[in-house]
């Protein structure tokens, strides 16, 4: 990964070494999720009693070794969607990911069906594909990156946008491997988007930048199947979070 970064900076004309203050931070993050998009073409009452996007927020810590993401916690919205006695509850689950760059280890603290799991493994050293267009975010100036993901049961499109000025290979969720902190993020052309709100750069807080340690310990294909089988066991839900409740 340090010899691909030498290169790509050599290949820009850009020097290696970059300020050390910009290694260190806190960045606030949007998650806007369509909550139409899957949903099948006769499912007219869902869209009535769904609003079409969900929007959440949380934040990135990182330092120049390590990088941790997680929720930011807000008052949890019960919606009553058009009567009827049926109210639209919207649950987030706790989720934790932890990046650490120098020993290349990634943890992640999931919650699934109310039960903590902890996720240990390599970080994916993803395929991406750096394109030619730009895009400023925050004041910085990013570069476009592109990936094909096939891991799911679909194809997924993902474009990311990176930040050289910010030399730390990370980003949002399970995001990263590129020169320069990831600062947004679109799957499938507004399915899903990540975008980056405000940047510090400062040392996050003592004792906030640290490895998760909760949960029963598990590895990434089991937790998949476990949510794979769940999902088809109630009926190809997308397991958003959300279940409907009648008074």
């Known amino acids: 990964m340090k010899l ?8 820009l004309g850009l020097p290696w070494v970059l300020p050390a203050q910009n290694t260190d931070g806190v960045i606030q993050f949007e998650e806007k999720m ?7 073409e006769d499912a007219g009452d869902m869209r009535a009693m769904i609003p079409e996007f969900r929007i959440m927020k949380s934040e990135l810590l990182f330092s120049a070794t390590e990088s ?5 916690e807000e008052e949890e919205d019960d919606d009553d969607m058009g009567g009827n ?27 699934f069906i109310g039960k903590r799991y902890l996720i240990e493994d390599v970080i994916d050293q993803t395929p991406w594909k750096v394109g030619m267009e ?21 194809k997924r499109t993902v474009v ?10 990370s980003g949002p969720v399970t995001y990263g491997a590129l020169p320069g902190m990831i600062l947004a993020i679109d799957i499938n052309d ?21 490895a998760p340690t909760k949960g029963e310990k598990t590895t990434q294909d089991d937790f998949q199947k476990m949510m794979d089988d769940r999902i088809k066991a109630m009926g190809g839900s997308n397991g958003r979070g959300m279940r409907i409740i009648r008074n």
């Open 68 to 72: 941790l993401y997680r929720n930011v």
């Open 160 to 169: 990311a946008w990176f930040a050289p000025d910010i030399p730390v290979a």
């Open 134 to 154: 730009t895009r400023e975010i925050l004041g910085y100036n990013c570069m476009q990156a592109l990936w094909e993901d096939t891991t799911a049961d679909r």
């Open 4 to 11: 691909y970064m030498l290169l790509f900076w050599l290949a």
């Open 34 to 40: 369509n909550m139409h998009r899957n949903l099948p």
């Open 85 to 111: 006695g049926m109210v639209i509850k919207m649950h987030r689950p706790e989720a934790l990911f932890y990046r650490n760059l120098a020993t290349n280890q990634r943890l992640d603290q999931r919650e």
């Open 190 to 210: 507004g399915e899903l988007q990540l975008t980056a709100k405000s940047i510090e750069l400062k040392a996050p807080k003592k004792g906030e930048l640290e």
